[in-house]
């Protein structure tokens, strides 16, 4: 069965302590891997489309990397303001409606 | 920027009530979403429409039906409100890239609440 596991499921990390957010799938045929923020009471907020292996996308404070069998979140250098629950989710070309999403992991970021 | 607006932030209904759930995008995208999100359950597909007037079944569909007779709206439609309804409402909408897929953008969530 196709999954999507993130880990941890709570990160709390001193303003500045740089760290990483896991997402590992389990999907025949990766279509495209997303990581979104999610901010208490609102909808996800896309960050980031990785397609293939090896490939990196970064903004600001985060950096999205791809292997084959997981995606790595890393937070440089965070702010409180980075404080939200990160949301991971997969794609396979079995579906255009098929998008399963991770449970989260909630970033706290102490100042 | 995409923009997806939900009709309402919150909704309070009583069991047995008809509800209705609108979401408009203003990004002229194909695809658009329902969700429903619950804690320690995560992002659930409740119906998937790809284009006007196509749908399909999510995960769980039971309970709910859905309309899209214009391509910027998609609404949601509770046939009759029950108590497990209770829950955060999430739209999105996506445009269609054949292959390549593409991301999805989200409404700010409508928290229903079924008394």
């Known amino acids: 069965e196709d999954q999507v596991t993130q880990s941890p499921e709570a990160l709390r990390l001193q303003e500045g302590e740089s760290s990483s957010l896991n997402c590992s799938y389990t999907v025949s045929g990766l279509r495209g891997l997303f990581w979104y923020r999610q901010d208490p009471g609102k909808g996800p907020e896309f960050l980031f489309t990785?397609?293939?292996a090896g490939e990196e996308k970064e903004k600001e404070r985060l950096k999205a990397t791809l292997t084959k069998k997981e995606s790595f979140l890393h937070i440089t250098a965070p702010k409180p303001e980075d404080s939200a629950t990160y949301l991971c989710?997969?794609?396979?070309?079995?579906?255009?409606?098929?998008?399963?999403f991770g449970s989260g992991t909630r970033l706290s970021i102490r100042p | 920027d995409v923009k997806v607006t939900q009709s309402s932030r919150y909704l309070v209904k009583r069991t047995g009530e008809k509800v209705f759930l609108e979401c408009v995008q203003d990004?002229?995208?194909?695809?658009m979403f329902w969700y429903r999100q619950d804690p320690g359950l995560g992002l659930r597909l409740i119906y998937f429409?790809?284009?006007?007037?196509?749908?399909e079944k999510g995960d769980i569909p039971e309970g709910y039906s859905v309309s899209r007779e214009k391509k910027e709206r998609f609404s949601l439609i509770l046939e009759s409100a029950s108590t497990n309804q209770t829950s955060m409402y999430l739209c999105?909408?996506?445009?269609?890239?054949?292959?390549?897929?593409?991301?999805?953008?989200f409404g700010p969530g409508t928290r229903l609440t079924v008394t």
């Open positions: 999105a909408s996506r445009l269609s890239r054949g292959l390549k897929i593409g991301e999805q953008y």
């Open positions: 990004m002229d995208h194909e695809n």
């Open positions: 990785l397609y293939s």
């Open positions: 429409s790809y284009d006007v007037k196509m749908k």
């Open positions: 989710a997969s794609s396979d070309y079995s579906s255009a409606s098929k998008i399963i």
